[in-house]
């Protein structure tokens, strides 16, 4: 088994240290040990919170997160300290969504990523937005392109 600590992990173990803001730079990746395969990783995180960028008020989401890793992986800690950041930074929901992504993508480079927001009712309205990737000139393209057109926003 391969220890994380020695591909450079630094949140993995450690004390927890809490960003205020938005912070893409506590995001680390490590080596998939599979990428001769094709397969899913899903993370939900059912506790996302950010703030209304005009009233200040939390806005509560879930955030789904699948993608097919090609050489790099997210580390589970410092994406939920990632995801944490943004609980007091301002920003619409479909701001948020598209964020993660493209922070995601530029972080990973995998072959497909998309990232779903379940944001709870603000005066009686619920959005739902989706955002997604596919690796431009392979299969993978398609695939977002498919689940982009076929995507129903209901949980």
């Not at 630094?10 to 397969?39: C, I, M, R, S, W």
């Not at 990783?41 to 993608?67: H, K, M, S, W």
């Not at 300290?81 to 990973?108: A, Q």
Request: glycine share 6%; with cysteine.
């Amino acid at each position: 088994m391969i220890q994380r600590k020695e591909e450079g992990l630094q949140a993995l173990g450690e004390k927890t240290n809490y960003a205020q803001d938005y912070t893409p730079e506590v995001l680390e990746t490590f080596v998939n040990q599979h990428q001769d395969n094709d397969y899913w990783v899903q993370f939900n995180c059912p506790e996302f919170t950010t703030l209304c960028p005009i009233t200040g008020q939390p806005d509560f989401a879930e955030i789904r997160i699948a993608y097919i890793p090609a050489e790099k992986m997210v580390e589970s800690k410092s994406l939920k300290l990632y995801l944490f950041s943004f609980r007091n930074h301002g920003d619409f929901h479909e701001d948020c969504v598209n964020t993660i992504m493209k922070d995601l993508v530029g972080l990973m480079e995998p072959k497909y990523l998309e990232v779903t927001g379940f944001f709870t009712p603000r005066g009686g309205i619920s959005i739902f937005p989706f955002a997604n990737y596919g690796k431009a000139g392979t299969k993978y393209e398609k695939l977002a392109q498919e689940r982009l057109f076929n995507h129903s926003p209901i949980r």
